[in-house]
C-alpha cells in the first residue's frame, strides 16, 4: 500500500509478478482465484472485474500496467472469524499460544499528522459488534483450547472499550475473572473511557495490557501531531489502568520536526515520573512518509 503503485511502475517488475491487490485482499483474491480457474489458458485471463487489482495485460508487442476500480469493503460484521484450523501451534516459540483478532478496521481518530495507517490500511473505518467479538472468540477458544488473544486494531475506540468487557463477560457465565480470557490491544489515550470503573471492567473482562500512542510529553509537538490530548491526561489513564491490573506500554518518539533537545528531555523525564505505572516503552525515532499530513505540510 505504500510502494505498490511505483512498484508496478519499476522497469522490468512485469517479469517478477502479473498482479498486485491493493488493501483488502479477502474478497478480491477470491475472485482473482475464479477468473483463473475458468481461464482457458489462451490468450490472457480477463482480470478487468475484479477490485482493487493492478495487473500486467500483455499483448504480443506491448505490456500494459491495468488499475481497476476499488474492491468493495468487506462488511466486518458479517464477516466469519480467522480460520487457524492446522495450523501447528505446538511449534510456535510461546509459553502459551495467542491468536490474532481483528475486532476493527481503520481508525476511528485518524488525525495524527504523522500517521499513514488511515491512507494505507482503507478504505474507511468499520467495527465489529461486541457481541459479534465475544462470540467469535469463544468459538476460536473451543475450537482450539486457546485462551489468549491479541486484537488486531490501531485503536480501540471508546465505545468498544465501554462495550466489549460487558459482552465478553456476559459471553463466558460462570467463569471466574482470572480464568476468563485474556487480550490485549493498542489504544487511544481516552480519559472518559478509561475511567477507574472503566479499567476495573477491562480487566475483568481479561484485558491485560493496553499500548498506547503517547509520543511527547509535550504540549506544543502534541498539538502540531494532532493528538488531542494532554501529558496530564496520559498520566491519569496510565495510573487508572495500571491500579486495575493493566500493563501499560507507551508508544514514545524523538525527532518530531521541530522538537527541541530539551522537549525530548521532558518525554524521558515524565517517562521516569510514571515508572510506577508505566511497565514497558517502545521508542522509535521519527520517519517522515509521503503519505503522512506532516510531509505534505
Not at 2 to 24: N, P, Q, R, T
Not at 156 to 166: F, N, V
Not at 279 to 297: K, M, P
Request: hydrophobic share 40%; glycine share 8%; with cysteine.
Amino acid at each position: 500500500a505504500y510502494i505498490g503503485e511505483k512498484l508496478m511502475g519499476a522497469a522490468g517488475v512485469e517479469e517478477c509478478l502479473d498482479s498486485v491487490i491493493f488493501h483488502e485482499g479477502e474478497a478480491p483474491i477470491g475472485e482473482l482465484a475464479e477468473a483463473l480457474r475458468a481461464w482457458d489458458g489462451a490468450g490472457q485471463a480477463d482480470l478487468s472485474a475484479i477490485g482493487s487489482l493492478t495487473w500486467f495485460k500483455h499483448t504480443d508487442t506491448d505490456c500494459e500496467t491495468v488499475a481497476n476500480a476499488p474492491a468493495h469493503p468487506v462488511a466486518l460484521n458479517e464477516a466469519p472469524p480467522p480460520d487457524f484450523d492446522g495450523l501447528p501451534f505446538d511449534l510456535y516459540l510461546a509459553p502459551e499460544v495467542v491468536l490474532p483478532y481483528d475486532i476493527n478496521r481503520g481508525c476511528y481518530y485518524g488525525e495524527c499528522s504523522f500517521c499513514t495507517l488511515p491512507t494505507v490500511i482503507g478504505p474507511g473505518y468499520r467495527t465489529r459488534a461486541a457481541e459479534t467479538i465475544a462470540g467469535h472468540l469463544t468459538d476460536l477458544r473451543d475450537r482450539h483450547g486457546v485462551q489468549n488473544f491479541s486484537f488486531i486494531t490501531d485503536c480501540m475506540p471508546p465505545g468498544m472499550i465501554r462495550d466489549l468487557p460487558e459482552a465478553l463477560i456476559e459471553a463466558q457465565p460462570g467463569i471466574p475473572a482470572e480464568d476468563r480470557m485474556k487480550w490485549w490491544c493498542d489504544a487511544r489515550i481516552e480519559p472518559r473511557a478509561c475511567t477507574k470503573e472503566g479499567a476495573k471492567r477491562l480487566h475483568e473482562s481479561g484485558c491485560r495490557k493496553l499500548l498506547f500512542g503517547f509520543e511527547s510529553a509535550t504540549p506544543r509537538l502534541l498539538k502540531l501531531m494532532r493528538k488531542a490530548q494532554s501529558p496530564r491526561s496520559v498520566s491519569e489513564v496510565a495510573r487508572n489502568c495500571s491500579e486495575a491490573g493493566i500493563s501499560v506500554t507507551l508508544y514514545a518518539m524523538v525527532g518530531f520536526p521541530s522538537e527541541t533537545v530539551e522537549e525530548a528531555r521532558a518525554t524521558l523525564n515524565f517517562i521516569r515520573e510514571h515508572k510506577d505505572v508505566v511497565r514497558e516503552v517502545s521508542l522509535q525515532t521519527f520517519h517522515i512518509d509521503e503519505v503522512a499530513l506532516t510531509y505534505r505540510d
